[in-house]
């Protein structure tokens, strides 16, 4: 039996101090839990001790000797791999067989109950806030929990590749469906392949169409962005949209009528700023030094300064028009 002579021996780094999860048994993961720890002794050969088929040799027999000091040592690295509140009621099993049996009635479920939660969590999922990344890995954990429990006839021939295409098919298109509408172009334009590409490889397409979408801008669009951004590019264009506007009053560029002097009155200081504008030299005609001033009240004021501006005018050519009524002779 040199298989058994080799799964009963201990290397140097084995010692019962050994953890086999990173994640313990709580009582509600012992599907992932179960896996985890079958891989790590499988790791180590040491899974037949758990298993269906594991002889326990004669006691007090050199051969038994071994056998009972490995798997005592499989025992503790289970027990080590249990949470501390429910590892109290293991502690007095007999071997690690005995140990694994206890576990799988206490938490394992039977394949129905499992098999109907895990195909509902696939049903409800859906991309949402997620990343591309994120979201295909919660997917490929409930693929793998159901592969888990679903039994699979072991076949050598052409149906089992075939078997095998017809699964990645269901989850190519399952996870298709649950991506958001960013990717509608992306999932309609891989569905009219043919044959329609398995998960793995349409994965990889949606996660490099996901990184192109986030790409940041390049230099000059950055460029253009902080040029268009800045006070002084800010205000040339406000400029020249004043330049733009024409007032339905009085026909003028550069204002519109709802600031329009000719209907609310010319200011005190609008004549003595035109003369100013005259003496200097900077004003070619009217129109331009009416369009001039006008900017410079927009420069100093904004729209609700204006509007009060208005109304203080008004209120003088009122006040003035009434103080001329009461002082003319009756």
């Keep these: 039996m040199a298989d058994d002579a080799e799964i009963l021996k201990l290397q140097l780094n084995d010692n019962p101090g050994l953890t086999l999860v990173t994640a313990p048994l709580d009582g509600t993961n012992f599907l992932s839990w179960s896996r985890s720890v079958k891989l790590g002794l499988r790791s180590r050969m040491k899974l037949k001790f758990i298993s269906e088929d594991t002889k326990k040799p004669e006691e007090n027999t050199k051969e038994w000797e071994q056998w009972d000091r490995t798997d005592s040592m499989v025992t503790s690295w289970i027990l080590n791999s249990i949470s501390h509140d429910i590892v109290e009621s293991f502690m007095y099993t007999n071997s690690s067989r005995e140990l694994w049996v206890e576990l799988e009635n206490r938490f394992g479920q039977s394949n129905g109950p499992s098999e109907f939660r895990l195909k509902k969590e696939l049903g409800a999922l859906l991309q949402g806030s997620l990343t591309v990344s994120a979201y295909f890995s919660r997917l490929k954990k409930l693929w793998d929990e159901l592969s888990c429990i679903t039994y699979t006839p072991k076949c050598t021939c052409g149906a089992a590749k075939e078997s095998a295409d017809i699964n990645s098919h269901n989850q190519t298109i399952q996870f298709l469906m649950g991506l958001n509408e960013l990717y509608n172009h992306e999932r309609n334009q891989i569905l009219m392949m043919d044959p329609v590409p398995g998960v793995s490889k349409t994965y990889a397409m949606i996660l490099r169409v996901e990184k192109e979408k986030e ?33 339905k009053q009085c026909g003028k560029s550069g204002h519109l009528k709802e600031v329009c002097f000719e209907i609310y009155g010319y200011p005190d200081w609008y004549k003595t700023l035109v003369d100013q504008r005259k003496k200097s030299g900077t004003m070619n005609n009217k129109l331009t030094a009416t369009a001039q001033i006008e900017e410079k009240v927009h420069s100093v004021v904004d729209e609700k300064s204006m509007s009060e501006l208005i109304r203080t005018e008004l209120q003088k050519y009122f006040g003035a028009s009434e103080a001329q009524t009461s002082s003319s002779p009756t």
Excluded: H
């Design 215 to 247: 790409e940041p801008p390049n230099t000059s669009q950055i460029m253009a962005m902080q040029v268009y951004k800045r006070p002084e590019f800010q205000k040339k264009k406000s400029l020249a949209d004043k330049r733009n506007q024409v007032c």
